[in-house]
């Protein structure tokens, strides 16, 4: 099975920036699409971007051109860099994962991580 965990989260002054990152690990699988979803206190979890292999990427609205998604294929990585944070930024960020293995189309998610943006 295919395991996910992200790192970077941490505190951050409004306007201040943050780069999450995400492995994942396993054996003999094949990654599709890698995300980063997040979930804001007292929220449902939401897609923040989404990157394919061939380096097409989506953003929501909220963080076009603040936030950039971008991924290591050799290495199974995937990162989000985030600039001029916003309080509205502060959640727990997961990763997300589709995947190939066995020849089955898989999903997997982290633990999450907590980005808390406050002055």
């Known amino acids: 099975q295919v395991q996910l965990a992200e790192s970077g989260g941490g505190l951050v002054q409004p306007g201040g920036s943050l780069r999450l990152s995400c492995a994942a690990t396993?054996?003999?699988?094949?990654?599709?699409?890698m995300a980063w979803y997040r979930q804001p206190p007292g929220k449902l979890r939401e897609m923040v971007a989404i990157?394919?292999?061939?380096?097409?990427?989506n953003y929501a609205d909220s963080v076009q051109g603040r936030f950039t998604i971008s991924a290591d294929n050799a290495k199974n990585r995937v990162f989000l860099q985030m600039n001029s944070l916003k309080p509205d930024d502060t959640a727990v960020y997961y990763c997300m994962a589709n995947y190939y293995k066995d020849r089955a189309s898989l999903d997997a998610w982290g633990q999450g991580t907590l980005v808390t943006v406050s002055s």
């Open positions: 396993g054996t003999s699988f094949s990654l599709n699409v």
């Open positions: 990157i394919d292999r061939s380096g097409s990427t």
